[in-house]
């Protein structure tokens, strides 16, 4: 069954239409021009290429659509005057009957089956799908993420932010790396700023750090004890004390030209100096001594010249690569200060007592601990100036980082869906392999009836058909008759030559119609084997006179509408109302709101239930179909009241219009029982049993209409139905609408 019509770009659809459906019956009303034919003839050739835009939902290779339209009529009637031959099945066989019966209802046995597997099969691949869309949406992050505004990374999304779909299966095709990558997407951002944000550029290197006077911490005078001449008079005793440093500071303290008697100790402040003295302590402090205070001395002023040379650490922190390195850096590089600044107090407490040993710490492995820092800074600094140099190149590598990192980091996300895909294929394959065994089966059991009908297939039933559909219409002055091998012509008396050109418009109409109602319900060729049928019915009545029209609705209605069966729930025991239709969906457009109400359920809860209505419109945007309610066909009810006032109307005109006034507005306003005011007086008087007849549509059979009564009095008609608003209590309301 049809579910869904979309129309575009065609004719009047400049946009997309779509009439979505759940019901067998679907009528719909539209003014010439809005769009009904292109709709039928979509229906009619949906592979023609200016409907290549357009799509219908809910068919299979089961489905045949029967489509009447003017294609239809010019198809089958304008070009040729022979009619194909339309067969149906014959009751002479009967064991090809049963055979045939048996296979269709094996067919219809499958289908079930078919349709409950089909409907798993739908209902995986709804699932499979959500999923998708999910990961989709998921995937699609990174496009919401890196891109738009002044996201740097927007480049690596290039060629894939334009749909979900290309984004997911660009990523879904990459390689998960085998390791997390070391970058970051931080990392990344940093590295295309360095080389295309406003201040990339080119950076210095920082310069290694040397001590050129690293040698003196490896000198042994440091661990000398420096003492003076050990045959000095006074070199025992000073030996003794151990104080020739404290000695030495004293000297300065001495008069330096000779005295004659003793002079003051700068010590003890006694008078215990003499120049002898004086003489035997400075000849302990001799050339010897002195020679290895000036080499320390010496020693003192390169090592601090060289600790001066040393650059200061926001030297190498104006460089913008130093921040990756700088607590590694200044760890190495306190450690290395420390140590040469402790060297150097080591050798000024040398100079000061020259006695005591002093050890100075290498400061060689420091220094390239801390130059082999400096040497990664300007490697990073290499790497960014050939950045620089390479731009396209970096861009590419760091392109391609991006994506192992965003593999990476969704791959939970794509190995879930894989997993869910690679469950449901194994689900579908197998779904799918019971479908086509159930088509196979199902093109057997065809194969059986097409064989079988060979036997029992004929026209003549068809062309008896359309001819009492002729006398049902009260069309006497022409025929059909056979015309060859499976084919039939149209007759007028004894004339057989070219008749159907003489044919009106309106019988044309009726005779095209009668044709395809028995297409509809015979066969077309011998071996066709009875696929589910969608009839569409497009403006049958649009060259007729109203006469015709009430006939012709009841005819559709008749064959191609439900019927409302009680049958017991073979469960529960409780009975149950079902609606069956001798095809799968019917489609009805006209032009007229009069024939759209004629076939248009009055009841409503069984229209809620079997019909959908629709009113397919046009404006400057194009054709678009409405939902339609039964309450808008109201439109035409003074349309009717001015046909009833007027006697010069068809008889059957009038008297149609007089049943569907009262049909509303009993029916439908009053939701009043009209017997009951036909068995009050005067209108249950033999004047008024005609019109009683008329109006109670219950009451009559296929083919009858105004013509079955002897004589139509305008007058007891126009009376009757004056006197039954009358009887109901409605006659101001008669009055309003007789006078409007």
């Known amino acids: 069954m049809i579910t869904k019509i979309d129309l575009n770009k065609v004719a009047s659809y400049k946009n997309q239409a779509t009439l ?10 539209g003014l010439n021009g809005t769009g009904k034919s292109t709709l039928s003839n979509y229906l009619l050739k949906r592979k023609d290429e200016k409907f290549k835009d357009c799509s219908v939902v809910g068919l299979d290779e089961n489905h045949e659509i029967l489509v009447y339209n003017q294609t239809f009529i010019q198809d089958n009637f304008f070009e040729s005057e022979s009619l194909k031959g339309i067969f149906t099945l014959s009751k002479e066989n009967k064991e090809a009957i049963t055979k ?4 269709q209802k094996e067919i219809v046995k499958l289908d079930e089956e078919k349709i409950k597997k089909t409907e798993e099969l739908e209902t995986e691949k709804t699932s499979i799908n ?7 949406n998921t995937i699609w992050k990174i496009k919401t993420d890196f891109s738009g505004g002044d996201r740097v990374l927007e480049f690596c999304l290039e060629g894939h932010k334009g749909s979900k779909d290309n984004l997911f299966n660009h990523i879904q095709g990459l390689t998960k790396p085998t390791e997390k990558p070391t970058k970051s997407i931080d990392d990344l951002k940093n590295d295309v700023q360095a080389i295309m944000g406003e201040n990339a550029q080119k950076y210095a290197y920082v310069p290694k750090i040397t001590l050129s006077s690293s040698s003196i911490e490896t000198e042994k005078i440091f661990n000398k004890q420096i003492v003076g001449n050990e045959n000095s008079s006074v070199s025992e005793l000073i030996t003794k004390l151990g104080n020739s440093d404290w000695v030495k500071s004293g000297l300065k303290y001495l008069p330096e030209e000779s005295f004659e008697e003793n002079e003051d100790c700068p010590f003890c402040q006694k008078k215990t100096i003499s120049n002898e003295l004086i003489e035997n302590i400075k000849g302990y402090f001799d050339a010897s001594y002195e020679a290895d205070i000036d080499a320390i001395k010496t020693f003192l002023e390169g090592y601090s010249q060289a600790i001066q040379l040393i650059p200061n650490e926001t030297i190498f922190e104006a460089n913008p690569k130093f921040e990756s390195f700088k607590k590694d850096f200044e760890i190495k590089f306190s450690a290395f200060n420390q140590l040469v600044k402790s060297n150097k107090k080591k050798i000024e407490e040398k100079t000061k007592n020259p006695s005591v040993p002093q050890t100075l710490e290498n400061s060689t492995k420091l220094l390239e601990e801390v130059n082999h820092v400096i040497s990664k800074i300007n490697a990073s600094i290499l790497e960014h100036n050939d950045k620089i140099d390479k731009k ?8 391609k980082t ?7 980091d969704y791959d939970q996300t794509i190995s879930s869906y894989l997993s869910d895909k690679g469950i449901s294929k194994t689900k579908t394959d197998l779904l799918n392999i019971a479908i086509k065994a159930f ?4 093109l057997e059991q065809r194969s059986i009836i097409s064989e079988q009908q060979k036997l029992t297939v004929n026209i003549e039933k068809a062309i008896a058909s359309i001819n009492d559909g002729l006398i049902d219409l009260g069309i006497t002055d022409f025929e059909i008759e056979n015309h060859e091998e499976n084919l039939y012509k149209i007759v007028r008396g004894e004339n057989k030559e070219r008749v159907f050109r003489s044919l009106s418009e309106g019988e044309k109409m009726i005779i095209s119609f009668l044709y395809f109602l028995e297409m509809c319900k015979g066969k077309q060729d011998a071996t066709e084997t009875g696929n589910k049928k969608i009839i569409v019915i497009d403006d049958p009545i649009s060259s007729l006179s109203h006469i015709y029209i009430f006939n012709i609705g009841r005819l559709i209605k008749k064959e191609f509408f439900g019927k409302k069966e009680t049958k017991k729930n073979a ?28 076939i248009t359920e009055t009841k409503h809860d069984e229209r809620k239930e079997t019909q959908k209505l629709f009113r397919l419109i046009k404006n400057n ?31 059957a005109l009038i008297a149609n219009c007089m049943r569907n006034v009262i049909e509303y507005f009993f029916n439908f306003v009053e939701k009043k029982d009209l017997n009951n005011f036909f068995n009050q007086e005067p209108l249950n008087t033999n004047r008024f049993q005609a019109f009683y007849r008329y109006i109670n549509r219950e009451s009559h059979s296929l083919g009858q209409n105004i013509y079955d009564f002897k004589e139509f009095d305008y007058t007891d008609f126009k009376d009757g139905f004056a006197e039954l608003f009358k009887v109901a209590g409605y006659e101001e309301h008669h009055k309003k609408m007789i006078k409007e």
């Not at 979505?20 to 009303?29: C, G, P, Q, R």
């Not at 045939?100 to 296979?103: E, G, P, Q, T, V």
């Open 621 to 651: 945007d194009g054709s678009s179909f409405q939902k339609m309610k039964y309450e808008e066909i109201q439109n035409d009810y003074q349309a009717y009241w001015h046909i009833i006032k007027d006697e010069n109307q068809p008889p």
């Open 130 to 136: 959500r999923k998708l869309e999910n990961a989709k």
């Open 439 to 442: 088509d196979k089966t199902i």
């Open 571 to 598: 469960e529960t025991g409780e009975k149950v109302t079902i609606w069956k239709y001798n095809y799968e969906q019917v489609f009805i457009l006209t032009h007229s709101l009069y024939f759209f109400y004629e």
């Open 392 to 399: 396209a190149t970096v861009k590419t590598s760091i392109k």
């Open 20 to 29: 979505e459906t759940d019901k067998a019956l679907n009528l719909i009303y």
């Open 100 to 103: 045939i019966s048996n296979a």
């Open 402 to 408: 991006f994506w192992q990192i965003m593999r990476w």
